[in-house]
């Protein structure tokens, strides 16, 4: 993950969130969320390990949320932006699931958004290794090799003062995190799994002050914009005191608007 402050919170929170729920029940109010030791939480959580949490709380079927493959990559430096932090939110997707060729046909595909943003060359040799971790199944080493992969493209962005692009890849990535999570959360509807749909309200915080990272005119292109709406939508539904014991329909309005924010990353 990228190296700013407000990306380590979210990651503590996940560790939070994955400590609570372990003792939550139907009848857990907001104190729940002071009793988490502070000494259990770290700060060195990943997209992975958010997948991690998921997976033990539920009955994640992870074959089942693959994709298709993604549009033609576009001249929209932006859009292919949020679609290339997308198919890295499926690296980590591919990886639950052990499913080594499906890995391999992933990488293809981020390595031409890759190229879109004119790092593919920088990045071919470590996305070559990916694939080969992959059909030997090296399963553990794969995974600290995509984590690195995604701090390591951020950084170069930044490098290269890209900000913009660096902030919506992680936008891309962590919007389909949370799709993906949001699918399991309703096919798993239970009470004491509902909070995972938005992995914490300060996950869900985090994601808005990225969006208010990008400069105005990237902030007032359409697509950008439509994002911006439907994420102050998201956190509007999460204000307030539900945000423990969430209703069945205040998690499908989330997964509904997350599958809405994916859709308009690919359509034309």
């Not at 939070?16 to 939550?24: E, K, N, R, V, W």
């Not at 770290?42 to 390990?49: E, K, M, N, V």
């Not at 949001?182 to 994601?207: F, H, K, M, W, Y």
């Not at 914009?225 to 209703?247: D, F, M, Y």
Request: charged fraction near 25%; glycine fraction near 6%; aromatic fraction near 4%.
């Amino acid at each position: 993950m990228s190296d700013s402050p407000s990306r380590n919170r979210r990651t503590i929170c996940l560790v939070a969130l994955g400590l609570c729920l372990g003792g939550m029940t139907a009848g857990a109010d907001e104190q729940a969320l002071g009793d988490v030791t502070p000494s259990l939480i770290r700060g060195d959580q990943t997209p992975a390990d958010f997948l991690d949490i998921i997976g033990q709380r539920t009955k994640a079927r992870w074959r089942l949320l693959f994709r298709g493959p993604p549009p033609t990559p576009p001249t929209d430096r932006g859009r292919a932006a949020l679609i290339l932090g997308s198919l890295m939110a499926d690296s980590f997707l591919i990886w639950q699931a052990g499913d080594s060729q499906q890995f391999r046909n992933n990488n293809q595909e981020v390595l031409s958004y890759c190229r879109t943003l004119g790092l593919g060359e920088k990045l071919l040799p470590r996305l070559m290794a990916q694939g080969k971790m992959a059909e030997s199944n090296e399963w553990k080493e794969l995974r600290h090799e995509i984590v690195d992969s995604h701090q390591v493209l951020i950084r170069m962005l930044r490098e290269q003062k890209d900000d913009d692009l660096a902030v919506l890849i992680d936008l891309g990535l962590w919007l389909r995190l949370l799709e993906i999570v949001s699918t399991v959360v309703v096919e798993n509807a239970t009470v004491d799994v509902r909070p995972l749909c938005i992995g914490s309200p300060v996950i869900l915080q985090e994601i808005r002050d990225d969006f208010n990272r990008l400069s105005l005119p990237k902030k007032d292109e359409p697509l950008i914009k439509h994002i911006g709406t439907a994420i102050e939508e998201i956190s509007v539904l999460w204000r307030g005191p539900n945000q423990i014991i969430p209703s069945a329909e205040q998690v499908t309005k989330t997964h509904d608007k997350l599958q809405e924010i994916l859709q308009a990353l690919e359509e034309k």
